[in-house]
């Protein structure tokens, strides 16, 4: 079975924190995927990595960074968190070529 | 960027009966993949389509991938409590291996 697992369930930071959102993948998929999922909105992507060390900016990368420096890992940082990145962060990888991605617990991140 | 209008956006039904829900598309995608998320969980891919009008079922749950290709439909049969949830579609058009999501169907189910 595929596992993806995220660093943290629930998370509360303060208005201009820095923040680190991790992710772990354990079937050496090549690509892996952060999302962020507001109600009605569904789920809007914020950055994909295919391989180590290489990113593709998604739908709403503004406030959002990310580092792969290596395959099994994603993470996703929030460089000065505002209130607005108040969300559920999930995760997801899939291989290469396929594309069916398969998703994480998810982290709620609260910002006050 | 592509839309995916998913309906209805909730439904809350009686135990035992059948459900629709369909996305539409202002753009034709190439794969459509419907997804299951409990709350506090992370979405569980349930069945994914390849084909226009391939018809595809997993248990009670059945999808298609519209001729068109830009809808796709996933019926429920006999539904059961545990099928509360959130249901999303997910669709691929020509940009490599990013998905768009609708907006999620919430089914409530009453026993």
């Known amino acids: 079975d595929v596992k993806v697992t995220q660093s943290s369930r629930y998370l509360v930071k303060r208005t201009g924190e820095k923040v680190f959102l991790e992710c772990v993948q354990d079937m050496d998929h090549e690509n892996m995927f952060w999302y962020r999922q507001d109600p009605g909105l569904g789920l809007r992507l914020i950055y994909f990595s295919y391989d180590v060390k290489m990113k593709e900016k998604g739908d709403i990368p503004e406030g959002y960074s990310v580092s792969r420096e290596k395959k099994e890992r994603f993470s996703l940082i929030l460089e000065s968190a505002s209130t607005n990145q108040t969300s559920m962060y999930l995760c997801?990888?899939?291989?290469?070529?396929?594309?069916?991605?398969?998703f994480g617990p998810g982290t709620r991140l609260t910002v006050t | 960027g592509q839309q995916l209008n998913q309906s209805p956006q909730s439904m809350f039904i009686q135990e035992g009966e059948d459900v629709s829900m369909n996305c539409t598309s202002s753009?034709?995608?190439?794969?459509w993949l419907w997804y299951k998320q409990e709350p506090g969980e992370g979405p569980v891919l349930l069945i994914a389509l390849y084909k226009a009008g391939e018809l595809t079922s997993n248990g009670r749950l059945t999808a298609q991938f519209g001729i068109t290709r830009k809808d796709s439909f996933l019926n429920i049969s006999a539904s059961i409590p545990s099928d509360v949830g959130i249901y999303f579609c997910a669709g691929r058009g020509n940009a490599g291996n990013m998905l768009t999501f609708g907006g999620g169907t919430r089914l409530m189910v009453k026993p």
């Open positions: 997801a990888s899939s291989p290469w070529a396929v594309y069916e991605q398969y």
């Open positions: 753009s034709i995608f190439n794969t």
